[in-house]
């Protein structure tokens, strides 16, 4: 499974200026200048930009529904909470609304690479999301497979998902099961079968292909939901990948909206 940088639109700074347009306002980069020493042990300046502190401020506060002096308020008061109805107050104030128009305001593009199971999980996710996948009408080259390492047991206290235990049984029998579903696809496309219809007989582990675009706000969402210790081990991959590619684009933005504390902050 693979996820790859296409393209993006944006940056921190967009993110400040789009919530700073509402006062007619607009933030510029700091640029500062570090020293370096190169491999010949020669030094060398190079220039830098970074947000202020106001605005990696102002982009805390729009992830979080309130400044950091007013979080810190709130969780000092949950520490001190006496009765359940001051806990469950705090609770509902840290759970305030985000101000999520400004991030709304990006769009990263990737390709992914992953099996057809995980595709069509991640599929749900369509607000602010735009998919276009490859087409087993149109293409009838060698179908590619997903080889589990392991397969894990079932939960024992949930419905879905699965336990941290993996064991190697069954992959010998999901083996000779793809191996004979390439067998029957293969004839049928000899048969001059149409691959429309062919294509019916190849299992979920199949690997596909597709290109996701949208806002830095909407990958998130996929993150928050797909990186959870419940989701499927397989999505929680694709969440990381998700989150290496899109941290070094925004990187104030996605530690506030992960919860992350920054260095300026």
């Known amino acids: 499974?693979?996820?790859?940088?296409?393209?993006?639109?944006?940056?921190?700074?967009?993110?400040?200026?789009?919530a700073r347009v509402s006062f007619k306002k607009q933030?510029?980069?700091?640029?500062?200048?570090?020293?370096?020493?190169?491999?010949?042990?020669?030094?060398?300046?190079?220039?830098?930009?970074?947000?202020s502190k106001a605005d990696t401020s102002l982009i805390h506060y729009?992830?979080?529904?309130?400044?950091?002096?007013?979080?810190?308020?709130?969780?000092?008061?949950?520490?001190?909470?006496?009765?359940?109805?001051?806990?469950?107050?705090c609770f509902d104030r840290m759970?305030?609304?985000?101000?999520w128009a400004p991030f709304a305001h990006t769009c990263v593009q990737m390709h992914f690479t992953a099996p057809i199971f995980v595709a069509r999980q991640l599929g749900k996710h369509q607000v602010g999301l735009v998919w276009s996948e490859v087409s087993r009408r149109?293409?009838?080259?060698?179908?590619?497979?997903?080889?589990?390492p392991e397969f894990r047991y079932r939960a024992d206290n949930v419905k879905q998902g699965s336990s941290q235990q993996g064991t190697g049984w069954g992959l010998s029998m999901y083996n000779a099961a793809v191996k004979k579903c390439i067998e029957v696809y293969?004839?049928?496309?000899?048969?001059?079968?149409?691959?429309?219809?062919?294509?019916?007989?190849?299992?979920?582990?199949?690997?596909?292909?597709?290109?996701w675009t949208g806002s830095m706000l909407a990958f998130h969402r996929v993150y928050r939901l797909r990186s959870d210790a419940h989701a499927q081990k397989e999505t929680q991959e694709i969440a990381k990948q998700i989150a290496a590619i899109i941290e070094p684009l925004f990187p104030v933005s996605w530690a506030a909206l992960?919860?992350?504390?920054?260095?300026?902050?």
């Open 1 to 18: 499974m693979k996820v790859e940088y296409i393209d993006h639109m944006g940056s921190d700074l967009r993110i400040v200026n789009t």
């Open 27 to 51: 933030s510029d980069w700091e640029y500062f200048t570090t020293r370096h020493t190169d491999r010949f042990n020669l030094i060398y300046d190079l220039t830098e930009k970074r947000l």
């Open 62 to 89: 729009l992830a979080r529904g309130m400044s950091a002096k007013e979080r810190e308020k709130i969780i000092q008061e949950a520490l001190d909470a006496d009765t359940k109805e001051t806990l469950m107050s």
């Open 95 to 99: 759970n305030a609304e985000t101000h």
């Open 138 to 148: 149109y293409v009838d080259t060698p179908p590619e497979f997903y080889n589990p």
């Open 186 to 211: 293969n004839d049928l496309l000899e048969g001059n079968i149409a691959p429309e219809q062919a294509r019916m007989v190849l299992p979920q582990s199949m690997m596909t292909e597709w290109v």
């Open 258 to 265: 992960t919860g992350r504390t920054h260095d300026e902050i």
